[in-house]
């Protein structure tokens, strides 16, 4: 195919692509971003325009774009062996390397894993997989996880049913039975009245109350976010997690912790679930495991679950590209990079302190409600009115005017309603980190501007 333009590009897109999460007659009125390469951390489009990418592509491409190390990795399999399954008694070395490196750097004591090809294919396999370790438990009655309203674990149905989203509810049924949701641990929009200490016993305690509605005899498992990470960055409060373990305990409830995009150095750690010192049963992690270059994603399975699966015959489950080969190189050589340039040292130490300093400075600006953060991922709230943090009508839509503004500055910054996130590559640079702040900073400005022309506009 000839080289195109960049309306040839739209129209093309437009006449056969239909994208996710989008309302597709929007886009093509307006017409696609087309991005045509990547290098470090920023993107160019078709149009020459160089973005910084404040999202690191999907929360995933945590090493950066151009990592010739990765592409080399992919390039050598793709001769040796481009694809082989793992069913039928049989492994190939990428996978049965990739799953002791692994192994390695796992929180507690986690020693195995199974293969996914994405986040929502990790969480399909969690349903399978805790359900079918009840009923070897002896215990068939235990069907039912608990989750959280605003989570996302997915958008497969098992997925979706989990994630705790209403607009992804209302189309097509779900969620499936036996999934079931208490409300999320947001102070800053929730937690009014009470301290975050407060706030996060009793959204924890909820988990308690549902586990006493259905009886503990049918629950299976809890599932959460350590950050709820496409529901706005919200962290929780320092007392929510120690009390959601305790009840898991408790109740003998398996806990899933969803590391989908908390993983592989985003919160200065392997894995979040070593900032909140989690013991999880379960843990899924996909998107930085290869720095978004290929997809892959893995269940890490505890002891006492994998020794119950092991034990128990055929597993009747698994994915045509569980472990390519090609995904497990690329992965294998990502986690050798992190190791040998000491990116998880560096995000803890050093440029996700110095990230989160600088972000919280954005606080200072009048559209600013709060602003919060750990490691290389942050988020801020905008407000109409920072003395009472009451916000801006939905049909103000501040977040994409702030959106649209932001990706005008050259910077990728997300809107998840009326609350902005960002989760840099952790490769980015101090100076990398004060060109997104102040690109950030002039998106707020401009975003100030328009609402307030609006405003004055409606009141004439």
Known sequence: MPELNQVSWQQLDASHHLHPFTDSRALQQKGARVIERGEGVYLWDSQGQRILDGMAGLWCVNLGYGRQELIEAAHQQLQQLPYYNLFFQTTHPPAARLAATLAGI????????????????????????????????????????????????????????????????????????????????????????????????????????????????????????????????????????????????????????????????????????????????????????????????????????????????????????????????????????MQQEHIIERVHDDIGPYLQQRWASLASHPLVGETRGLGLVAALELVADKATQARYSESAGAGMICREHSLEMGLVMRAVGDTMIISPPLVITHQQVDELIDKARQALDLTLSTLNNRQGKHHD
């Open 106 to 337: 796992l929180p507690g004591n986690m020693q195995h894993v199974f293969f996914t090809g994405s986040g929502s294919e990790c969480n399909d396999t969690v349903v399978r997989m805790v359900r079918h370790f009840w009923a070897q438990q002896g215990q068939p009655k235990r069907q039912v996880i608990i989750s959280r309203k605003n989570a996302y674990h997915g958008s497969t149905l098992a997925g979706a049913s989990l994630g705790g989203m209403k607009p992804m509810h209302a189309q097509g049924g779900l969620p499936l039975p036996d999934m079931v949701h208490i409300d999320q641990p947001y102070y800053f929009a929730e937690g009014q009245g009470m301290t975050p200490h407060e706030f996060g016993l009793e959204r924890a305690g909820q988990l308690e109350q549902k586990i006493l509605e259905f009886g503990p005899e049918r629950i299976a498992a809890f599932i959460g976010e350590p950050i709820q990470g496409a529901g706005g960055v919200i962290i929780p409060p320092a007392s929510y997690w120690p009390e959601i373990q305790r009840i898991c305990k408790k109740y003998d409830i398996l806990l899933v912790v969803d590391e989908v995009i908390c993983g592989f150095g985003r919160t200065g750690h392997w894995f979040a679930s070593e900032y909140y010192g989690l013991e999880p049963d379960l843990l899924c992690m996909a998107k930085g495991i290869t720095s978004g270059y290929i997809p892959l994603g893995a269940v890490a399975v505890g002891e006492r679950v994998a020794h119950t699966l092991i034990a128990g015959g055929e597993f009747f489950h698994g994915y045509t590209y569980s472990g390519h080969p090609v995904a497990c190189a690329v992965a294998q050589a990502n986690i050798e990079v």
